[in-house]
């Protein structure tokens, strides 16, 4: 349909076509840039228009700020930032980090990988966690302030019904009350029981013959109910907490992620977006996962080349494919700068499936035997469909079969991109179990 | 809102499941939207897997627009936040008649309701809110998109015109879409299909058959073009005009590069600036009325869901999660804004009907309300009778003690014979005023003391034009006299007639900013940073104004279409104390300049800094002093020039009772 095309165009402009544009045209991240968190590169074209100057447009705030104080930069969302209502209703950014996403995808496809601790850090003083008391405000864990306020306002509130009705028990007072309710752990305060107490009708007292009885006929509010009734939660400054990194540890667990990616002219511009869906979910969670992450790229056509993350999903190359080149610097990489003894390591790799003839059996897997990661795995793409009989998955297939130290998935649409995922993760996980047990062993 | 992975791609299966499963819900909602008084638009829900939802997005909720690349961004833009946050649209509704909505199939059933709730409050005010009647009434909204789709995509396809050219005249247009005059009611520009009488002109002197001698004494191109302007554009505009779109529509001309002169628009060329026109003004008031429409959805949404459990207990806690997340982040948040300004309005109609009401007392005044009554102790009086806010199954009976009028007698019935689920919708046992009575604002927990806080000058202000005083014997017979629907009918009236500028402009006063602890703050030039300038409530309206006034885009204006007597278009920006982006300013006159052919003039005034002082304030940690000044910027097609404008130029632009501006006077020393 039409947007495909828009689509298509858009991502041309300023580049092969519409060089009149390129001046308002900027690469910036989607959201938030902070150090910790994940960066989404985005391309917006942003089109002149009569506009006030940014600085002197100043702006609204909310909270206790004295004249005078400083309040850094306008959050993103501010006024200025978006069109005020363009277009229909759209809303409900927030930002999530690696960690976040880890445990997410943990829930979601109940795994557990375990990350390894391997390189020892020296021990440091103090007493630091990974939430403190007070940081940027975009680090505050609103999410944790929230519940722990909604469960202060349970857990503070008493049900005052059900006590006003306790104290009609036969022969109850304050004080009889106070003892019961402190027994069944029910809130109570037992000033409030005395000033409750006066104000029950003479003919009301007396109305259950016993706690029990009573008990048996009336119910307490529910959870529920009482949260229903409550008007608002109160957010208190103490249930603040800022998520910072962790700084006492004795072992670091730290990763090295490879990403490999056949680059050649077959990898056209559907399939390179499909391994980038692919890689991108994988290395979050790994980043997620272990305190200390690394990424190594490396691109390749019959040679192989480091390339940034920034390159490495837009490069193509005119060339042909032999994809025991990658291996082979994978290979030198890993031992110079990640040894085994120090990092876990996953290489990931990805292309179409077309290799040199007899490349896979004869020089990859070798390689890939030689190595000593915790995971590879390979994602073949073949966005056309085409049914190529000898590809290199099936030659993965065939020398490694289930052992478990290799996954190798398919990806053909955007919809088995979460499938590969979950795949790898589970075969990820396993390995890490495999470990376990062989160590025990 | 749950996380990212919740998103299997739902199937047609799903896709049924859901639609069948809302149905009800669906139902039940617009019961109760219109038993609260609400009178939505007809609205047709859509359950869609999550790339119909980008997709959706993408094109502003419409199934079909014109072809051209930013739908292509906002696509890719929503695609990958959908792909790498958790953060999701969760509504989206069209404003039409019917209204369309979208939901997806992967939200959980509390998200699903919450979206319901919200959009037949947007329904609501699409309907009944002049600002959306002005421009969208009796618009066919969907049809029209589509048929501007289809008319540019066959422009794209003709034989004489290049797409991308198409595609450069959509950007140049669009660069102006919020040049429209919103605030008056639409026009079409007048059609000028004709020939200019200078293209008149010109075929005459070509038929007198003249030689070239005369022709270049006498008749020269600049003399053609002379009269061309002399005769058409002399008195255009009469008076300034602000709809810039609709000016270039009517008297525009294409620039021709190779001559470097003004040449007649195309056809086509006209009729897509007067389509884009068309647009802009049917997406402006959702523009104008942002806080006030996502504020009121707030409100209606918040009143449904946990006030009169529309979600179930077993939703309720990711319901507000939910809503903590919407009405939480950081900065200028348009729903919680919003939101607290209609609980305002509604909280001050009900404290202006009570107090009314006590004024009325016998011997009241406004002196010695306080002592006479105690306003802490009408607050409980002012509760809402039992059992309006504990209504269940069991207490069926003690409704039939409430007086006539509150109770939907039908419905008791109903409940009775067990037709109606009186635990699950205790709202179907009240009438509208019954509801009114069960969620009255003022004794709500969070608006204690509202009543008491009344100031002596609002009393005062009642009382002076007050005609019968002395009608009650007591307070308590004064208060039994008080109409709890007042806060709501008031909502209502205002969201009839206001815009977000009027809106806030009436309604956040100085109790509301005290109360709410709104800042505004400013840019530092000395410090590079911004810093709190003032938190008077005059100064944080002055800057939500600013923002909210014309798209919070400056005002720039038509004043003149034969500037220098050259045929030259000048633009004046009024100048409200907040400078021009002067970069921006000079690629956008690029852009006049193809939609006019000749050059264009933009009079404006900037705040200058000299650098030796710059660097003086620095060294001293003090804020600059900043000069106005006038400056002139030109574009003539080929080069930017400006020129400092003497002060008689431009002191007219400089309105003493129009400044944004609140740094105050010695910020920051």
């Known amino acids: 349909m039409g947007l495909r095309r828009d689509v298509d165009r858009y991502r041309d402009v300023g580049e092969e076509r519409r060089q009149d544009l390129r001046e308002f045209v900027q690469y910036g991240d989607l959201g938030d840039s902070l150090e910790d968190r994940i960066r989404i590169p985005i391309k917006v074209v942003d089109l002149p228009e009569f506009s006030y100057d940014e600085a002197a447009m100043g702006g609204i705030g909310k909270g206790d700020a004295d004249v005078g104080q400083p309040v850094g930069e306008p959050a993103e969302g501010d006024a200025e930032g978006d069109e005020p209502g363009e277009e229909g209703g759209e809303h409900g950014y927030y930002e999530m980090d690696p960690e976040e996403f880890a445990e997410e995808l943990d829930r979601e496809f109940e795994l557990d990988l375990e990350p390894k601790g391997k390189s020892v850090v020296e021990e440091k003083e103090g007493d630091l966690t990974d939430l403190v008391r007070s940081g940027p405000s975009s680090t505050l864990d609103f999410r944790r302030m929230f519940k722990r306020g909604l469960k202060r306002k349970i857990a503070t509130e008493f049900d005052e019904d059900y006590l006003r009705e306790a104290l009609k028990v036969e022969g109850a007072g304050p004080q009889t009350v106070y003892e019961w309710a402190r027994s069944q752990s029910i809130n109570v305060s037992l000033h409030w029981l005395e000033a409750a107490y006066d104000e029950i009708p003479r003919g009301e007292r007396g109305r259950y013959a016993s706690f029990e009885d009573f008990m048996e006929d009336v119910e307490r509010t529910t959870v529920a109910e009482a949260v229903r009734g409550m008007d608002h939660v109160p957010l208190r400054k103490e249930d603040e907490r800022y998520r910072y990194p962790q700084v006492v540890e004795e072992k670091e667990s730290k990763v090295v992620v490879v990403n490999i990616r056949d680059v050649s002219g077959s990898m056209g511009r559907r399939k390179r977006d499909l391994v980038e869906r692919t890689f991108t979910p994988l290395d979050w969670y790994l980043t997620g996962k272990y305190e200390e992450a690394e990424f190594v790229y490396v691109a390749h056509d019959v040679d192989a080349w480091r390339v940034e993350r920034e390159e490495f999903f837009g490069i193509q190359s005119g060339g042909g494919t032999r994809i025991s080149s990658a291996y082979e610097l994978v290979h030198d990489v890993l031992e110079e700068e990640y040894p085994y003894s120090d990092w876990n390591r996953y290489v990931f790799a990805a292309g179409d499936g077309e290799n040199s003839s007899n490349d896979s059996s004869d020089n990859v897997v070798p390689l890939m035997k030689e190595m000593d990661v915790n995971l590879h795995a390979y994602v073949e793409t073949q966005p056309s469909g085409g049914g190529v009989s000898s590809t290199h998955s099936q030659e993965l297939e065939k020398a490694f079969g289930d052992s478990g130290d290799v996954a190798v998935v398919s990806v053909n649409s955007r919809d088995e991109v979460m499938d590969a995922v979950e795949e790898i993760l589970r075969a990820a996980s396993r390995s890490s179990d495999n470990r376990e047990q062989e160590a025990a062993v | ?669």
């Open chain 2, 1 to 669: 809102m749950k996380g990212y992975l919740r998103r299997t791609p739902g199937t047609r299966a799903d896709v049924h499941r859901e639609a069948s499963e809302l149905e009800e819900v669906v139902e039940e909602a617009r019961a109760l939207a219109e038993k609260l008084g609400l009178q939505p638009y007809p609205v047709k829900y859509w359950v869609v897997d999550y790339d119909d939802v980008n997709e959706a997005v993408a094109l502003g909720g419409f199934q079909e627009r014109y072809p051209h690349w930013r739908w292509g961004m906002e696509y890719e833009r929503q695609s990958k936040v959908d792909r790498y946050t958790p953060a999701r649209i969760y509504e989206l509704v069209v404003n039409d008649d019917p209204c369309h909505a979208y939901l997806q199939v992967t939200n959980d059933a509390a998200v699903q309701k919450a979206v319901i709730t919200h959009v037949e409050a947007h329904a609501d005010s699409f309907r009944n809110n002049d600002w959306f009647q002005r421009f969208t009434g009796g618009f066919d909204a969907a049809a029209t998109l589509a048929r501007h789709a289809s008319t540019i995509e066959s422009y794209c396809r003709r034989g004489d015109v290049d797409r991308e050219e198409v595609e450069r005249w959509i950007d140049t247009v669009i660069s102006l879409e919020d040049n429209i005059d919103q605030y008056s009611a639409l026009e079409d520009p007048a059609d000028s299909g004709s020939d200019s009488e200078a293209e008149e002109l010109r075929r005459q002197v070509e038929e007198m058959e003249l030689s070239d001698e005369v022709r270049d004494e006498v008749f020269t191109e600049e003399w053609l073009e002379r009269q061309d302007v002399d005769d058409d554009l002399e008195s255009v505009p009469a008076t300034p005009e602000k709809d810039l779109l609709g000016f270039l529509a009517e008297h525009g001309m294409a620039y021709d590069e190779d001559s470097g002169r003004a040449v007649e628009m195309e056809d086509w060329q006209r009729d897509i600036i007067r389509m884009l026109r068309r647009e802009a003004y049917y997406f402006a008031p959702q523009k104008m009325t942002k806080v006030m429409n996502e504020g009121w959805a707030a409100y209606w949404e918040s009143t449904m869901m946990a006030a009169e459990a529309f979600a179930e207990d077993d939703e309720f806690l990711d319901y507000a999660d939910h809503q903590a997340k919407v009405l939480s982040s950081d900065g200028l948040n348009p729903y919680s804004l919003g939101k607290e300004l209609w609980e305002y309005v509604e909280n001050q109609a009900n404290r202006r009907e009570v107090t009314t009401k006590l004024l009325r007392v016998e011997g009241a005044t406004p002196d010695n309300l306080h002592d006479k009554v105690a306003l802490d102790e009408v607050e409980e009086k002012l509760e809402p009778r039992h059992p309006l806010s504990s209504l269940s199954s069991e207490t069926l009976d003690d409704l039939e003690e409430l007086p006539d009028g509150l109770v939907d007698h039908g419905n008791l019935q109903r409940a009775r014979q067990g037709d109606v689920d009186a635990d699950r919708h205790p709202w179907k046992l009240l009438t509208y005023e019954g509801l009114a009575e069960r969620h009255y604002s003022l004794t709500r927990l969070q608006n204690k003391g509202f009543l008491r806080d009344v100031t002596a000058s609002e009393l005062e202000d009642r009382y002076r034009y007050m005609a019968d005083v002395d009608v009650y014997a007591s307070a308590g017979e004064a208060l039994e006299d008080v109409d709890r629907t007042a806060g709501w009918r008031a909502m209502k009236d205002v969201r009839a007639t206001h815009n977000d500028v009027t809106f806030i402009d009436e309604y956040l006063t100085e109790e509301f900013v005290d109360r709410h602890g709104y800042f505004a703050y400013e840019h530092s030039e000395a410090t590079g940073q911004y810093h709190v300038s003032s938190r008077g409530f005059e100064d944080v309206k002055k800057k939500l104004l600013l923002h909210f006034t014309n798209f919070g885009k400056p005002t720039v204006k038509v004043h003149g279409s034969n500037y220098d007597n050259a045929g030259e278009l000048l633009l004046v920006h009024h100048y409200n104390g907040v400078p021009l982006d002067l970069e921006e300013a000079e690629a956008t006159l690029e852009r006049v300049h193809r939609l006019w052919g000749r050059a264009i003039n933009l009079k404006t005034v900037t705040r200058n800094v000299e650098e030796s002082v710059m660097k003086m304030a620095k060294r001293r940690g003090k804020e600059p002093d900043t000069a106005e000044k006038g400056l002139m910027l030109r574009y003539d097609g080929s080069e930017h020039t400006w020129r400092e404008l003497d002060e008689e130029e431009y002191e007219e632009l400089l309105d003493p009772g129009l400044d944004y501006d609140t740094r105050p006077e010695d910020w920051l020393n």
